[in-house]
């Protein structure tokens, strides 16, 4: 027993050393600085969990992993000018499975490629949903939309409120023009337009 306890000990501490040595970047550094491979697409759905991104580190990265974060209001630009462009509101995990993941929020770029779940929402209205074919480039995070998704995950808003919020922010949609074809609630609407409200008057 003491010789496996020691075991489990030396590997604790070699993936604690390995993560030390792995080096963290955001990901629009990461991608800009040629650091890492990445595909990023869509799901079909315009929030929740609408983004694939799949990673792995370029030739140039170096010998050890690299630790990504993707900040909130990080957003990406749609490939297909039809479908929507999106902003991040954090990543949900590794894809394990086709509808499960490991609950993570740092992304692990390493030679062999990973896929993480992202949760998203859309920015532009009258386009389409983005569909699996949808690719995206990732830009820097914009700090309005940054402020709406933190404090919509602070007051626990529903996932039809946060995209209500993204869309008054983006759009300046009425209740009465994003019910005409999103599920939207008079309650979440208004719950939106209050995280919107906040967050302007902190300019």
Known sequence: MKTMKGTIAALLL??????LRAQTMTLPAAVAADRVRIAVS???????????LLVAKSPT????????????????????GGAQSMVVAKVRGRQ??????????????????????????????EKDNP?????????????????ILQKAAADGLSVGAVQAAVWIQTD????????????????????????????????
Do not use: W
Not at 42 to 52: A, M, V, W, Y
Not at 61 to 79: I, K
Not at 142 to 147: I, T
Not at 182 to 196: I, L, S
């Open 61 to 80: 990265a170096g010998a050890t992993d690299l630790l990504l974060t993707v900040a909130p209001g990080t957003r990406l630009a749609s490939a297909d």
């Open 131 to 147: 569909s699996e074919s949808t690719s995206f480039r990732v830009q820097a995070p914009d700090p309005e939309l940054a402020c």
């Open 96 to 125: 394990t499975g086709p509808f499960t993941f490991a609950p993570t929020s740092t992304i692990v770029a390493g030679v062999n490629p990973a896929t993480y779940v992202v949760e998203a929402y859309c920015t532009e209205f």
């Open 14 to 19: 070699l993936t604690v050393a390995a993560a």
């Open 172 to 203: 300046q949609l009425t209740f009465a023009h994003m019910a005409q074809k999103f599920p939207v609630t008079d309650t979440d609407y208004r719950r939106a337009a209050a995280v919107v409200q906040y967050c302007q008057a902190r300019r």
């Open 42 to 52: 869509g799901t079909g759905s315009s929030s929740g969990d609408s983004i694939r």
